[in-house]
């Protein structure tokens, strides 16, 4: 977990500094109604972190926990669009140095531990069911992801 620590607070470090540096007009612009603007796609990182904080935690002590999460939907429901920029980008790092620290916290003994993510009522083995380890590097894989289409 330390290497996926120190890559989460890489990435703080730089949507911080890339945030500051952009004018509200880019980071709203939109390439088409349907598409995310990059204020948007900062909030769906809002939302995959609170998501897997909570399967991070809950998945401790609760086998095959499973955590939805429906993207268009919370991204709609938050109106990211409108949000004031500082308070998301905020939001979002705080959030991140959270996510770090839970785990930083979290025993080695249930980096194992399986967790359900599937947002299907029926999970599909192999599929749906993933570590707590694998969600910790994944959550960097999505990030990383999500940072392309915004830096």
């Known amino acids: 977990m330390e290497e996926v620590i120190a890559q989460l607070q890489n990435r703080i470090i730089t949507v911080e500094k890339y945030f500051s540096e952009c004018s509200e007009a880019d980071l709203a612009l939109k390439a088409s109604p349907e598409k995310w603007s990059k204020k948007e796609i900062l909030g769906h990182l809002i939302d995959s972190a609170q998501s ?17 999460y429906r993207q268009n939907e919370w991204v709609k429901a938050a109106d990211y669009q409108h949000y004031d920029t500082k308070d998301l980008v905020q939001m979002w790092v705080l959030l991140n140095k959270h ?53």
Request: hydrophobic share 40%.
């Open 52 to 68: 897997n904080i909570r399967r991070m935690v809950v998945g401790q002590y609760e086998e095959n926990a499973h955590i939805v």
């Open 99 to 151: 996510f770090a620290r839970i785990l930083l916290n979290l025993p080695k003994e249930n980096y194992q531990t399986i967790t359900n993510w599937s947002n299907a009522t029926t999970p599909m083995l192999g599929q749906d069911l993933v570590t707590l380890e694998f969600v910790a590097k994944d959550y960097i894989r999505h990030l990383d992801h999500h940072l392309k289409q915004i830096l």
